[in-house]
Protein backbone atom coordinates (compact mmCIF):
# COMPACT_ATOMS: atom_id res chain seq x y z
CA UNK A 1 0.00 0.00 0.00
CA UNK A 2 1.32 3.54 -0.85
CA UNK A 3 0.65 4.56 2.15
CA UNK A 4 2.10 2.36 4.63
CA UNK A 5 5.36 3.50 5.32
CA UNK A 6 3.54 6.43 6.78
CA UNK A 7 0.98 4.86 8.38
CA UNK A 8 -2.16 5.20 6.58
CA UNK A 9 -4.92 3.69 5.15
CA UNK A 10 -6.98 4.98 2.43
CA UNK A 11 -10.51 4.91 1.65
CA UNK A 12 -13.66 6.67 -0.03
CA UNK A 13 -15.28 9.75 2.64
CA UNK A 14 -18.69 9.05 4.26
CA UNK A 15 -20.85 11.42 5.48
CA UNK A 16 -20.40 10.93 8.68
CA UNK A 17 -16.64 11.52 8.42
CA UNK A 18 -17.97 15.74 7.76
CA UNK A 19 -16.87 16.58 11.47
CA UNK A 20 -13.53 14.99 11.29
CA UNK A 21 -13.02 16.80 7.74
CA UNK A 22 -13.85 19.91 8.98
CA UNK A 23 -11.32 19.80 12.08
CA UNK A 24 -8.50 19.58 9.57
CA UNK A 25 -9.84 22.54 7.69
CA UNK A 26 -9.62 25.09 10.38
CA UNK A 27 -8.99 28.48 8.78
CA UNK A 28 -8.68 27.08 5.33
CA UNK A 29 -8.62 30.58 2.87
CA UNK A 30 -9.29 33.02 5.77
CA UNK A 31 -12.69 31.37 6.80
CA UNK A 32 -14.20 31.15 2.78
CA UNK A 33 -13.44 27.80 2.84
CA UNK A 34 -16.05 26.04 0.23
CA UNK A 35 -15.68 22.26 1.54
CA UNK A 36 -18.11 23.09 4.58
CA UNK A 37 -21.32 23.36 1.71
CA UNK A 38 -19.90 20.78 -0.87
CA UNK A 39 -18.97 18.06 1.10
CA UNK A 40 -22.31 16.29 1.10
CA UNK A 41 -22.90 17.13 -3.04
CA UNK A 42 -19.74 16.12 -4.07
CA UNK A 43 -20.43 12.68 -2.32
CA UNK A 44 -23.44 12.31 -4.18
CA UNK A 45 -22.09 13.19 -7.52
CA UNK A 46 -21.73 9.74 -9.80
CA UNK A 47 -18.32 10.99 -11.57
CA UNK A 48 -16.89 12.46 -8.71
CA UNK A 49 -15.07 10.35 -5.56
CA UNK A 50 -13.76 12.18 -2.00
CA UNK A 51 -10.89 10.02 -0.87
CA UNK A 52 -9.30 10.28 2.97
CA UNK A 53 -6.36 9.47 4.41
CA UNK A 54 -6.59 8.04 7.96
CA UNK A 55 -4.31 7.16 10.78
CA UNK A 56 -5.45 4.25 13.36
CA UNK A 57 -8.70 5.33 12.04
CA UNK A 58 -8.58 9.06 12.48
CA UNK A 59 -8.85 11.22 9.35
CA UNK A 60 -5.10 12.98 7.92
CA UNK A 61 -6.06 14.44 4.58
CA UNK A 62 -8.92 14.61 2.44
CA UNK A 63 -8.56 15.02 -2.07
CA UNK A 64 -11.85 15.01 -4.11
CA UNK A 65 -11.43 13.77 -7.79
CA UNK A 66 -13.90 14.61 -10.12
CA UNK A 67 -13.57 13.64 -14.18
CA UNK A 68 -14.63 16.15 -16.67
CA UNK A 69 -14.26 16.46 -20.45
CA UNK A 70 -15.49 13.65 -21.93
CA UNK A 71 -13.71 11.20 -19.36
CA UNK A 72 -10.16 12.86 -20.34
CA UNK A 73 -9.22 15.14 -17.42
CA UNK A 74 -9.09 14.41 -13.78
CA UNK A 75 -9.89 17.36 -11.44
CA UNK A 76 -8.31 17.87 -8.06
CA UNK A 77 -10.37 19.75 -5.65
CA UNK A 78 -10.60 19.97 -1.69
CA UNK A 79 -7.18 19.32 -0.48
CA UNK A 80 -6.44 19.40 2.78
CA UNK A 81 -4.02 17.39 5.44
CA UNK A 82 -4.61 18.08 9.21
CA UNK A 83 -2.01 20.88 10.34
CA UNK A 84 0.07 18.40 12.58
CA UNK A 85 0.59 16.28 9.24
CA UNK A 86 1.66 19.03 6.99
CA UNK A 87 5.38 18.33 5.25
CA UNK A 88 5.34 15.00 5.58
CA UNK A 89 4.37 14.29 1.90
CA UNK A 90 0.98 13.30 3.07
CA UNK A 91 -0.66 15.51 0.35
CA UNK A 92 0.73 13.74 -2.19
CA UNK A 93 0.13 10.60 -1.49
CA UNK A 94 -3.80 10.66 -1.09
CA UNK A 95 -3.48 12.74 -4.58
CA UNK A 96 -1.42 9.83 -5.77
CA UNK A 97 -3.87 7.03 -4.60
CA UNK A 98 -7.07 8.84 -5.93
CA UNK A 99 -5.66 9.01 -9.28
CA UNK A 100 -4.66 5.65 -9.56
CA UNK A 101 -7.77 4.52 -8.48
CA UNK A 102 -9.59 6.64 -11.13
CA UNK A 103 -7.44 5.67 -13.57
CA UNK A 104 -8.71 2.32 -12.82
CA UNK A 105 -12.19 3.47 -13.24
CA UNK A 106 -11.97 5.52 -16.40
CA UNK A 107 -9.07 4.80 -18.18
CA UNK A 108 -9.56 7.46 -20.77
CA UNK A 109 -7.95 9.52 -18.25
CA UNK A 110 -4.73 11.71 -19.81
CA UNK A 111 -4.22 14.69 -17.74
CA UNK A 112 -4.95 16.19 -13.74
CA UNK A 113 -5.91 19.54 -13.34
CA UNK A 114 -6.20 21.73 -10.38
CA UNK A 115 -6.12 25.22 -9.22
CA UNK A 116 -3.64 26.98 -7.00
CA UNK A 117 -3.13 30.54 -5.46
CA UNK A 118 -0.01 32.04 -4.54
CA UNK A 119 3.79 31.47 -5.26
CA UNK A 120 4.31 28.05 -7.36
CA UNK A 121 7.87 26.76 -6.88
CA UNK A 122 10.09 25.00 -8.59
CA UNK A 123 8.73 21.64 -7.77
CA UNK A 124 5.41 22.70 -8.61
CA UNK A 125 6.56 24.08 -11.72
CA UNK A 126 8.91 20.69 -12.73
CA UNK A 127 5.26 18.83 -12.56
CA UNK A 128 2.94 21.07 -13.95
CA UNK A 129 2.10 23.71 -16.82
CA UNK A 130 0.31 26.85 -15.87
CA UNK A 131 -2.79 26.60 -18.94
CA UNK A 132 -4.43 30.57 -17.41
CA UNK A 133 -3.91 32.87 -14.63
CA UNK A 134 -6.39 35.01 -13.15
CA UNK A 135 -6.98 37.83 -10.80
CA UNK A 136 -8.82 37.71 -7.58
CA UNK A 137 -10.07 40.25 -5.35
CA UNK A 138 -12.13 39.09 -2.32
CA UNK A 139 -14.61 41.80 -0.93
CA UNK A 140 -16.03 42.20 2.13
CA UNK A 141 -20.30 44.14 3.01
CA UNK A 142 -23.33 44.13 4.15
CA UNK A 143 -26.09 43.02 1.78
CA UNK A 144 -28.47 45.47 2.72
CA UNK A 145 -26.00 48.44 2.89
CA UNK A 146 -24.62 47.32 -0.66
CA UNK A 147 -27.70 47.61 -2.44
CA UNK A 148 -28.57 51.22 -2.56
CA UNK A 149 -24.79 52.22 -3.62
CA UNK A 150 -25.45 49.67 -6.38
CA UNK A 151 -28.40 51.27 -7.52
CA UNK A 152 -26.30 54.64 -7.67
CA UNK A 153 -23.70 53.61 -9.03
CA UNK A 154 -25.50 52.04 -12.23
CA UNK A 155 -27.74 54.82 -12.76
CA UNK A 156 -24.01 57.27 -12.45
CA UNK A 157 -22.83 55.01 -14.80
CA UNK A 158 -26.23 55.01 -17.10
CA UNK A 159 -25.75 58.89 -17.33
CA UNK A 160 -21.76 58.79 -18.74
CA UNK A 161 -21.32 57.83 -22.64
CA UNK A 162 -20.21 54.61 -22.90
CA UNK A 163 -20.12 53.61 -19.22
CA UNK A 164 -23.18 51.79 -19.22
CA UNK A 165 -24.74 48.92 -21.71
CA UNK A 166 -26.86 46.36 -20.31
CA UNK A 167 -25.51 43.01 -20.16
CA UNK A 168 -27.36 40.12 -21.89
CA UNK A 169 -28.28 37.01 -19.81
CA UNK A 170 -28.35 33.53 -21.40
CA UNK A 171 -30.26 31.18 -21.23
CA UNK A 172 -29.80 27.28 -21.81
CA UNK A 173 -29.64 26.98 -25.69
CA UNK A 174 -27.76 30.14 -25.95
CA UNK A 175 -25.02 29.03 -23.22
CA UNK A 176 -23.90 26.10 -24.99
CA UNK A 177 -24.02 28.32 -28.45
CA UNK A 178 -22.03 30.92 -27.11
CA UNK A 179 -19.38 29.12 -25.17
CA UNK A 180 -18.77 26.59 -28.36
CA UNK A 181 -17.93 29.51 -30.36
CA UNK A 182 -14.60 28.79 -31.86
CA UNK A 183 -14.20 32.65 -31.75
CA UNK A 184 -15.02 33.04 -28.07
CA UNK A 185 -13.37 30.08 -26.74
CA UNK A 186 -9.65 31.45 -28.54
CA UNK A 187 -10.11 34.95 -28.01
CA UNK A 188 -12.50 35.53 -24.57
CA UNK A 189 -12.22 32.27 -22.27
CA UNK A 190 -8.64 32.08 -20.37
CA UNK A 191 -6.82 29.03 -21.12
CA UNK A 192 -9.40 28.27 -23.55
CA UNK A 193 -11.05 27.03 -20.23
CA UNK A 194 -14.39 27.93 -18.39
CA UNK A 195 -13.79 28.14 -15.09
CA UNK A 196 -16.53 28.02 -12.21
CA UNK A 197 -15.16 28.95 -8.65
CA UNK A 198 -11.96 27.24 -9.36
CA UNK A 199 -13.26 24.34 -11.05
CA UNK A 200 -11.86 24.20 -14.29
CA UNK A 201 -14.31 22.48 -17.57
CA UNK A 202 -13.08 22.55 -21.44
CA UNK A 203 -15.94 24.13 -23.64
CA UNK A 204 -17.62 20.87 -24.49
CA UNK A 205 -21.19 19.99 -25.02
CA UNK A 206 -21.19 17.35 -21.84
CA UNK A 207 -19.68 19.91 -19.56
CA UNK A 208 -22.02 22.44 -20.42
CA UNK A 209 -24.38 19.78 -20.08
CA UNK A 210 -23.09 19.60 -16.12
CA UNK A 211 -22.68 23.05 -15.56
CA UNK A 212 -26.38 24.34 -16.69
CA UNK A 213 -27.88 22.01 -14.09
CA UNK A 214 -26.01 24.26 -11.36
CA UNK A 215 -28.18 27.38 -11.29
CA UNK A 216 -25.33 29.53 -12.82
CA UNK A 217 -26.37 33.13 -13.50
CA UNK A 218 -24.79 33.28 -17.46
CA UNK A 219 -23.83 36.55 -19.30
CA UNK A 220 -22.94 37.98 -22.22
CA UNK A 221 -22.32 41.21 -23.61
CA UNK A 222 -23.60 40.26 -26.58
CA UNK A 223 -25.14 36.71 -27.85
CA UNK A 224 -24.57 37.73 -31.40
CA UNK A 225 -20.97 38.50 -31.19
CA UNK A 226 -19.38 38.40 -27.71
CA UNK A 227 -16.29 39.66 -25.85
CA UNK A 228 -17.16 39.29 -22.47
CA UNK A 229 -18.68 36.51 -20.59
CA UNK A 230 -19.63 35.94 -16.65
CA UNK A 231 -20.95 33.15 -14.20
CA UNK A 232 -22.37 33.27 -10.66
CA UNK A 233 -24.45 31.30 -8.32
CA UNK A 234 -26.38 31.44 -5.32
CA UNK A 235 -23.93 32.23 -2.71
CA UNK A 236 -23.45 29.92 0.24
CA UNK A 237 -22.53 29.65 3.93
CA UNK A 238 -18.54 29.72 5.47
CA UNK A 239 -17.11 29.28 8.43
CA UNK A 240 -16.08 33.66 8.73
CA UNK A 241 -19.18 33.33 11.10
CA UNK A 242 -22.42 33.20 11.38
CA UNK A 243 -24.65 33.77 8.85
CA UNK A 244 -21.84 34.93 6.67
CA UNK A 245 -21.95 34.11 2.73
CA UNK A 246 -19.42 34.03 0.06
CA UNK A 247 -20.38 34.30 -3.32
CA UNK A 248 -18.62 34.21 -6.56
CA UNK A 249 -18.11 35.64 -9.97
CA UNK A 250 -16.62 34.42 -12.28
CA UNK A 251 -15.19 36.95 -15.92
CA UNK A 252 -14.03 36.37 -18.64
CA UNK A 253 -12.96 38.92 -21.20
CA UNK A 254 -10.59 42.38 -20.98
CA UNK A 255 -13.00 45.52 -21.86
CA UNK A 256 -13.13 46.70 -18.52
CA UNK A 257 -16.88 48.69 -19.08
CA UNK A 258 -18.45 45.90 -19.71
CA UNK A 259 -16.62 43.47 -17.50
CA UNK A 260 -17.84 46.07 -14.47
CA UNK A 261 -21.39 46.07 -16.04
CA UNK A 262 -21.74 42.38 -15.89
CA UNK A 263 -19.62 42.63 -12.22
CA UNK A 264 -22.63 44.95 -11.10
CA UNK A 265 -25.49 42.73 -12.82
CA UNK A 266 -24.30 39.42 -11.58
CA UNK A 267 -23.85 41.24 -8.06
CA UNK A 268 -27.46 43.12 -8.10
CA UNK A 269 -28.92 39.43 -9.44
CA UNK A 270 -26.74 37.38 -6.07
CA UNK A 271 -27.99 40.31 -3.53
CA UNK A 272 -31.57 40.35 -3.88
CA UNK A 273 -32.56 38.01 -1.74
CA UNK A 274 -29.70 38.39 0.83
CA UNK A 275 -29.24 40.24 4.34
CA UNK A 276 -26.15 40.56 6.66
CA UNK A 277 -22.11 39.88 5.78
CA UNK A 278 -21.07 38.74 2.44
CA UNK A 279 -17.87 37.94 0.83
CA UNK A 280 -17.62 38.44 -3.00
CA UNK A 281 -14.79 36.75 -4.56
CA UNK A 282 -14.40 38.14 -8.17
CA UNK A 283 -11.92 36.54 -10.89
CA UNK A 284 -11.09 38.23 -13.40
CA UNK A 285 -8.28 38.99 -16.14
CA UNK A 286 -4.93 39.74 -13.98
CA UNK A 287 -5.09 43.49 -15.93
CA UNK A 288 -8.21 44.69 -14.73
CA UNK A 289 -7.77 43.73 -11.04
CA UNK A 290 -5.99 47.60 -10.19
CA UNK A 291 -9.04 48.94 -12.15
CA UNK A 292 -11.46 46.70 -10.33
CA UNK A 293 -10.38 47.02 -6.93
CA UNK A 294 -10.67 51.09 -7.05
CA UNK A 295 -13.76 51.06 -8.68
CA UNK A 296 -15.17 48.73 -6.26
CA UNK A 297 -13.13 50.36 -2.80
CA UNK A 298 -14.10 53.99 -4.28
CA UNK A 299 -17.58 53.82 -5.94
CA UNK A 300 -19.22 51.17 -3.76
CA UNK A 301 -18.11 51.63 -0.37
CA UNK A 302 -16.60 47.69 -0.39
CA UNK A 303 -13.69 46.30 1.67
CA UNK A 304 -11.07 44.73 0.11
CA UNK A 305 -10.79 41.76 2.68
CA UNK A 306 -7.51 39.81 1.99
CA UNK A 307 -5.24 39.74 -1.13
CA UNK A 308 -5.16 35.78 -3.09
CA UNK A 309 -2.41 35.63 -5.18
CA UNK A 310 -4.55 34.96 -8.13
CA UNK A 311 -6.27 31.85 -9.39
CA UNK A 312 -3.74 29.58 -11.23
CA UNK A 313 -4.91 26.90 -13.69
CA UNK A 314 -2.41 23.99 -13.46
CA UNK A 315 -2.45 20.86 -15.67
CA UNK A 316 -0.06 17.97 -15.96
CA UNK A 317 -0.10 13.76 -17.79
CA UNK A 318 -1.36 11.48 -15.30
Known sequence: MAGAGHGLEFCLAQAADFEEVM?????IYGGLDYLPARY???LLEATRRVFLAKREGRVVALVSVSVVDDGRTAVLEGLRVAPAERGRGIAGLVQRHALGVMKSHYPSLK??????????????MA????????????????????????AVA????????????DPVRLEIEEVKRVFLDPRVVE?????????????PYQP????????????????????????VLSLSAAPYEVPAGVGHLRLN????GRDFPRVRGQFLAQLRGGLEPLQGPVHCLVYMDPSLWSEMHAFCTGCLGMRNEQLIDGQKLLEAEI
Not at 23 to 27: D, G, K, P, Q
Not at 187 to 199: A, F, N
Open 23 to 27: SISTN
Open 40 to 42: HAW
Open 111 to 124: VRRSSRSGPLGPEV
Open 127 to 150: KYRIICHQGVLVLHFLAEELRPNL
Open 154 to 165: IDQLKGVSGGWE
Open 187 to 199: EVLPGRTITWDWS
Open 204 to 227: SQSNLEKLVTKGISWMADSKEDPN
Open 249 to 252: IDIF
